[in-house]
């Protein structure tokens, strides 16, 4: 029977997944990984190469799993609502708490000024999001209102932080905005939505 390599690779993903999301790159064992994917871990090194390389796979398959479960453009091409856009990233954090955690690991292991793992590949599809951001944006603004509109940089980058960051640190949303993080995750997703809509006027 031949060897099924898709489905081995899939099975160790999915197990470096969870064990880098607990134990982070330094804490993360091969042999772990391996137990829980029911692989022997000599598989590892020939798919991956060794455990820096694996954790970036990793996380490269969870961030390609965000940017298709919650597209910034519909099928017809349309930039979809950027207040429901970061509704729809709340959820997906919401469902999906291990993939704030690998980006907290891979910014507390790494050097702030040197690229990370696949970060050409990670900024151009951010650079969609932002030409998106930009095409849905055109000719809504009024330059003469008072007070200049965020740059879409910097929306987009608002819109990341207010779906991501009660995930990421809770303590600090709750002292922050008091009981509104203690609230059921509707009414949470709601207020992000709201200041969203708020900051892209």
Request: proline content about 5%; hydrophobic content about 50%.
């Amino acid at each position: 029977m031949a060897w099924d390599t898709a489905k081995t690779k899939r099975l160790l993903l999915d197990a470096a997944v969870d064990e880098f999301a607990t134990h982070g790159p330094e804490g993360a064992r091969i042999d772990r990984i391996a137990a829980a994917a029911g692989v022997n871990k000599e598989r590892i090194y020939p798919y991956f190469g060794g455990k820096g390389q694996l954790f970036a796979a990793a996380l490269q398959r969870e961030l390609e799993q965000l940017a298709a479960a919650v597209p910034m453009e519909e099928a017809d091409g349309r930039t979809v609502d950027l207040p429901e856009y970061a509704g729809r990233v709340f959820d997906y954090h919401l469902d999906h708490p291990h993939l704030l955690r690998l980006l907290q690991w891979e910014a507390l292991y790494g050097d702030a000024a040197a690229p990370v793992a696949g970060e050409e590949r990670r900024a151009a599809q951010y650079a969609e999001k932002l030409a998106a951001v930009s095409r849905a944006r055109r000719g809504e603004v009024d330059s003469a209102q008072a007070g200049a509109p965020l740059a879409p940089e910097e929306l987009l980058y608002a819109v990341v932080a207010l779906a991501g960051w009660q995930f990421a640190a809770p303590q600090l949303a709750r002292m922050i905005l008091g009981g509104a993080v203690d609230e059921d995750p509707a009414t949470r997703r709601a207020a992000v939505v709201d200041m969203v809509r708020r900051l892209a006027l």
